[in-house]
């Protein structure tokens, strides 16, 4: 089961951090996810980090620089760091664990949490 929590609205050039939980099994071994949807649009690759000890980081363009994501492996947790928001930016966010190295690909992933609001306000 994963817990996404950190939500909320922000005013554009504001900060988020976000966080997702595990339980049941740990989430070092997998990959690592962070998609975000709007309604009446696809859900949207943001950033991954990869498992089993490596954590490389990968980001869609549109958020280098800006968003960072990162693993505790001992609080079973993965964060999302947002930097430098933008109203663009709202969505609901959703963490998602794979067995697959094809990061940017929803379905790919095994597990979702419930996801997590974050508007930006301009």
């Known amino acids: 089961q994963l817990v996404e929590s950190g939500g909320g609205m922000v005013q554009a050039g504001g900060s988020r951090r976000l966080s997702c939980v595990g339980s049941g099994r740990p989430l070092s071994i997998y990959g690592m996810g962070w998609f975000r949807q709007v309604p009446g649009k696809e859900r949207d690759f943001v950033a991954a980090?990869?498992?089993?000890?490596?954590?490389?980081?990968y980001y869609t363009d549109s958020v280098k620089g800006r968003f960072t994501i990162s693993r505790d492996n001992a609080k079973n947790t993965v964060y999302l760091q947002m930097n430098s928001l933008r109203p663009e930016d709202t969505a609901v966010y959703y963490c998602?664990?794979?067995?697959?190295?094809?990061?940017?690909?929803?379905?790919?992933?095994?597990?979702w949490g419930q996801g997590t609001q974050v508007t930006v306000s301009s």
């Open positions: 998602a664990a794979t067995g697959s190295d094809r990061y940017s690909i929803s379905y790919e992933y095994d597990y």
């Open positions: 980090i990869s498992g089993s000890g490596k954590s490389t980081t």
